[in-house]
């Protein structure tokens, strides 16, 4: 059983930037970020490999940047330029299958971070 703990939201202005972090409270293969705004479907932002490997949503690959510390088996999120659309719950999720996190199907999720981008 793992444990997924998002932290970094808040209030932010738009063309800002922040950091999202998710601890896991074990060692993970892969994880990922996904966000949902109000009245909208869970959307995938990026996923990562224990070993560095990515995959990017399309739409998300210019301004997020998704990275982790192994060692402190922590996954971060970084956005820059952020608009007012980026604003939503942004959820952490980690699985030993790679497509099974990429897919939204992962076996862990945490509880969720909010973003808010004020314009």
């Known amino acids: 059983q793992v444990q997924l703990v998002e932290s970094g939201g808040g209030l932010v202005q738009a063309g800002g930037s922040l950091r999202l972090s998710c601890a896991a409270s074990?060692?993970?293969?892969?994880m990922g970020w996904f966000r949902q705004a109000p009245g909208k479907q869970r959307e995938l932002v990026a996923v990562i490999s224990s070993g560095g490997y990515t995959v990017y949503s399309d739409s998300m690959k210019d301004r997020f940047f998704i990275s982790r510390d192994n060692a402190k088996n922590t996954m971060y999120l970084r956005i820059i330029s952020l608009k007012p659309e980026d604003a939503a719950v942004y959820y952490c999720s980690a699985d030993s299958d790679f497509s099974k996190v990429q897919d939204g199907r992962a076996e862990y999720w945490g509880q969720g971070t909010q973003v808010t981008v004020s314009s």
């Open positions: 074990g060692r993970t293969f892969a």
